[in-house]
């Protein structure tokens, strides 16, 4: 099956610098990646996702990059506030319903 | 449109009981997913359900483990003589149609097992 792997497993960075968040998945059929953000108790929530047959993806402050050739994909936040604090979670599809997800990664912004 | 609803949202139940969540889609949507996220974990699926259909149960565990959409009334997830090891936040899904690449996969807030 699908192995997606995420790093780092937590990030702190200084508000308005960027964060950078790097997964990787081992089945080349996968061709849907979507990130998800959740905070503390709460559901996860869609952000942004990107299907293979696009590079990058931009909304806003936030952005996604694919590599196929290399099997990996990031999710790129800029000007980060504090409200960017949350578990940030990549995942890769090829079913279309079956979503596997990397272990997240911890987002804390300092004010 | 209330969104995803999961109940109930905290369950504690004793090694040997039997867990019951539930789940009601979001209105229109026909499609459930069942993901399980044991703590420190990404979610992992663990079935798909139409309406009195079980798609695809690849992930769940072949014994003690069941999934139900009926025709009338919630999505259950049901998990017989609980172990330890099941305590876990489940979340349930749901979309319009099947997938999540159309970006209308929406999930509801979780019910959290703990298992004593």
């Known amino acids: 099956g699908e192995n997606v792997e995420q790093h780092p497993s937590t990030l702190s960075v200084q508000e308005g610098d960027s964060a950078v968040i790097k997964c990787t998945y081992s089945?080349?059929?996968?061709?849907?990646f979507p990130w998800y953000k959740q905070e503390l108790g709460k559901r996860p929530q869609l952000i942004i996702d990107?299907?293979?047959?696009?590079g990058e993806k931009k909304d806003q402050r936030i952005a996604v990059t694919l590599n196929k050739t290399a099997k990996h994909f990031s999710l790129h936040i800029t000007e980060t506030q504090p409200e960017d604090s949350a578990v940030y979670f990549c995942a890769a599809s090829k079913d279309d319903y079956k979503l596997s997800f990397g272990a997240g990664t911890t987002v804390t912004v300092r004010a | 449109n209330a969104g995803v609803m999961q109940n109930p949202r905290h369950l504690v139940r004793r090694r040997g009981q039997e867990a019951r969540l539930r789940c009601s889609p979001m209105?229109?949507?026909?499609?459930v997913y069942w993901y399980r996220q044991l703590p420190e974990e990404g979610l992992k699926f663990m079935v798909y359900?139409?309406?009195?259909?079980?798609?695809?149960e690849s992930g769940m565990p072949k014994e003690r483990f069941s999934a139900e959409f009926p025709k009338e009334g919630p999505s259950i997830l049901r998990i017989q003589q609980v172990v330890r090891g099941d305590s876990a936040a489940y979340f349930c899904?749901?979309?319009?149609?099947?997938?999540?690449?159309?970006?209308?996969?929406?999930f509801g807030e979780g019910s959290r097992l703990t298992v004593l």
């Open positions: 089945d080349s059929a996968s061709n849907y």
């Open positions: 990107i299907r293979s047959n696009v």
């Open positions: 899904a749901s979309s319009p149609r099947q997938g999540a690449s159309t970006g209308e996969l929406f």
């Open positions: 359900l139409q309406k009195e259909n079980i798609i695809d």
């Open positions: 209105k229109g949507h026909s499609h």
